[in-house]
């Protein structure tokens, strides 16, 4: 029988012994896993992180996007705006009554007369007004003005645009800030 103790005591022994190899290799291996979980957690925390940031990111760049996209149709649709208004109010001088255009042509000519004394005036095809109707000195017609005039010094050294388009186009210019104001506030 102390054949079989002794073995009895080696078996246990042995027993004893891989249940602590095995509860020392399961315990490393719940650390290892546990140690696993963490690094997966960590990383997973960071780069939810970089997602949320990049989401933030392409947000605010796809809000700026549009918010430019609008203000640029915005800003086409003023500029359309203010060109039919010009086109609107030229169309409007240069269809004006016989009557009207008189008045303001000999009124051009007033203004401009200082600058050029006994001044030629140079009118529409389409225009039929006297050198006497002006208070000119000549009147020539030229088929590239379409309503004003142009007066010129006998000699050809002194030229004064006074064609509706060129004076608008003036006042357009100078005035653009103060009408753009009055017509979107």
Same mark, same amino acid.
């Given at each position: 029988m102390a054949l079989e103790n002794v073995t009895k005591d080696i078996q246990a022994d042995a027993d004893? /012994?891989?249940r602590s190899i095995q509860d020392g290799a399961k315990a490393e291996i719940d650390r290892i896993f546990a140690d696993a979980e963490a690094a997966i957690s960590d990383m997973k925390e960071r780069e939810d992180k970089k997602l949320e940031s990049e989401i933030g990111r392409l947000d605010r760049q796809v809000i700026s996007s549009a918010e430019l996209e609008s203000k640029n149709l915005i !800003?086409? /649709?003023k500029k359309e705006i203010l060109a039919r208004t010009?086109? @609107?109010v030229l169309a409007e001088l240069e269809s004006s009554s016989k009557k009207d /255009? !008189?008045?303001r042509y000999k009124s051009l000519i007033e203004e401009a007369g200082q600058l050029i004394p006994d001044a030629i005036a140079v009118?529409?095809?389409k225009d039929d007004f006297s050198a006497e109707e002006l208070g000119v000195e000549a009147v020539e017609k030229d088929n590239r003005i379409v309503a004003g005039l142009i007066l010129?010094? /006998?000699d050809g050294s002194t030229e004064v @645009?006074?064609?509706?388009?060129?004076l608008l186009t003036g006042i357009w210019d100078s005035n653009l800030k103060a009408l753009s104001d009055i017509l979107f506030g």
């Open positions: 004893a /012994k891989v !800003l086409a /649709k010009f086109n @609107d /255009k !008189l008045a009118i529409s095809d010129r010094s /006998k @645009d006074l064609q509706y388009r060129t």
